[in-house]
């Protein structure tokens, strides 16, 4: 039975055990995907954080859509961003989060769950515009997770539907995390460790980044591709080589379709594809995530 969260606040260590008790009993029910219903009770009847100077409180929604990242509970990911669009998405409290900023597009990158990143998504393009970048494009603690943004991570970690999803919905391929890195940097450091591994999962990543990124884009590897260019020919192919330290322009292919994924709003990506005049086996890739 839930708990009164008056009786908490009085009680001091036996209080503080109290807490840590009903949090891990929540963090086991999202980890089983118990019903949403049974999880809100749970959040909002039961009190889970004890905080300085003994204040007490619930789970928010952010730190609850979290939870249903972690163990890619969909229903309770989908039930938080509905009913909760702003707050599921607002910052955690400290004890989920070293600074002070919502890391839960990071975190669906981070976990490889494609789905509830597509909800966050569109969450996010229901804010106002002036909130949407600081989501899409937010930069993780510089100590912790090096300034780097969704997008480094989907390179980094060579998540393929993860780093399409963001592109399409407007995350910035430019910027730098800490270290002064853009993720095309940190995909083609990817690229380069030996051996050589997931190799077809990493051009097709860097295939994506390629109807994004800017033609002009300046990025701290192409000296080192330029000083080892028969290894990054083999690499990569001499097309992309060739386009990506600007010897030779875009393909006709490439250059067609940055003008066609251009054309799909953030609003209708990534489903907006199937419409798009091409051969189904043309187009990046098969995200069909309504269902």
């Known amino acids: 039975?839930?708990?009164?969260?008056?009786?908490?606040?009085?009680?001091?260590?036996?209080?503080?055990?109290?807490?840590?008790?009903?949090?891990?009993?929540?963090?086991?029910?999202?980890?089983?995907?118990?019903?949403?219903?049974?999880?809100?009770?749970?959040?909002?009847?039961?009190?889970?954080?004890?905080?300085?100077?003994?204040?007490?409180?619930?789970?928010?929604?952010?730190?609850?859509?979290?939870?249903?990242?972690?163990?890619?509970?969909?229903?309770?990911?989908?039930?938080?961003?509905?009913?909760?669009?702003?707050?599921?998405?607002?910052?955690?409290?400290?004890?989920?989060?070293?600074?002070?900023?919502?890391?839960?597009?990071?975190?669906?990158?981070?976990?490889?769950?494609?789905?509830?990143?597509?909800?966050?998504?569109?969450?996010?393009?229901?804010l106002p515009p002036s909130d949407r970048a600081g989501h899409l494009d937010r930069q993780g603690c510089s100590r912790v997770e090096g300034g780097k943004t969704a997008l480094h991570t989907a390179c980094e970690l060579v998540r393929p539907e993860c780093l399409l999803l963001l592109l399409g919905h407007g995350a910035s391929p430019c910027l730098r995390d800490s270290a002064g890195n853009t993720p095309l940097d940190t995909l083609l450091q990817q690229i380069s460790h030996v051996?050589?591994?997931?190799?077809?999962?990493?051009?097709?990543?860097?295939?994506?980044?390629?109807?994004?990124?800017?033609?002009?884009?300046?990025?701290?590897?192409?000296?080192?591709?330029?000083?080892?260019?028969?290894?990054?020919?083999?690499?990569?192919g001499e097309n992309r080589f060739q386009c990506l330290v600007g010897l030779a322009p875009p393909s006709l292919f490439v250059g067609a379709m940055r003008v066609l994924i251009r054309t799909i709003s953030p609003e209708h990506f990534p489903e907006a594809l199937d419409n798009l005049p091409l051969p189904h086996f043309l187009k990046p890739l098969d995200l069909k995530l309504e269902s």
Request: net charge positive; aromatic share 12%; with cysteine.
């Open 195 to 236: 051996p050589a591994a997931n190799m077809r999962a990493k051009l097709l990543c860097l295939d994506c980044l390629f109807f994004f990124v800017p033609q002009d884009l300046k990025f701290a590897m192409k000296q080192q591709l330029l000083d080892n260019r028969q290894q990054w020919q083999d690499l990569l």
């Open 1 to 126: 039975m839930p708990w009164s969260v008056r009786w908490v606040g009085g009680c001091g260590a036996q209080s503080q055990k109290q807490c840590k008790k009903s949090s891990f009993a929540f963090y086991q029910a999202v980890r089983d995907l118990l019903p949403v219903w049974f999880l809100e009770d749970m959040r909002t009847m039961e009190v889970f954080h004890w905080e300085d100077g003994g204040k007490v409180s619930v789970y928010s929604p952010s730190e609850a859509l979290l939870y249903a990242l972690v163990h890619d509970h969909q229903p309770y990911a989908r039930h938080l961003l509905t009913k909760f669009p702003q707050s599921a998405l607002a910052v955690p409290s400290q004890s989920f989060s070293c600074c002070q900023s919502a890391p839960h597009l990071a975190m669906a990158v981070r976990y490889n769950r494609v789905r509830v990143l597509f909800r966050i998504l569109k969450a996010v393009q229901a």
